[in-house]
């Protein structure tokens, strides 16, 4: 039993240290209004002293909506549906994938209004639901192809808004 325990430790100890996870943050941008415009800022931020690529599809990242990780939930508690653009997509280029330099932080807008019915005033709710699809800190290796990526999953805080 001794042997295993000092077997599996010196094992744990060899182990390479993961990288920290991509982190992010959802804003608003003033003004908002219902009908819009709301715009969000969603930052996405790397803790690692490395540089990393992160796959932009689905976030504000692409310049406009072409689906989303996003879930809303509006003023009568109920999830607001995507009406967004929905697109097909064949393998990913080098210019979809953002540098997220390393220890540093890039950000994006977008207005929520262009892809969900704000047309409602009251109390919303923005969470991210969905992961980046594809993250990567070899340089090299981007573009991926789909059966490579490495998604990654984002925690960020709910960002709670009134639309008046």
Known sequence: MTLLLAFLLAGMANAAPSAPAVSCRLETVAPLRHGGPAVVRLTLANGATRPKWALRWNTPFEGAWLGTIFTLVGPDSQEVRYQGARVKRGEPDAGDYVELPASGAVTA????????????????????????????????????????????????????????
């Open 109 to 164: 807008t977008a207005d929520l209004a262009t892809a969900y019915d704000l047309s409602r005033p009251g109390r919303y709710e923005l969470t991210v639901s969905g992961a980046l699809l594809d993250v990567t800190s070899d340089r090299r290796a981007v573009p991926r192809p789909r059966d490579r990526h490495r998604p990654a999953a984002l925690r960020c805080a709910p960002l709670r808004f009134e639309l008046p």
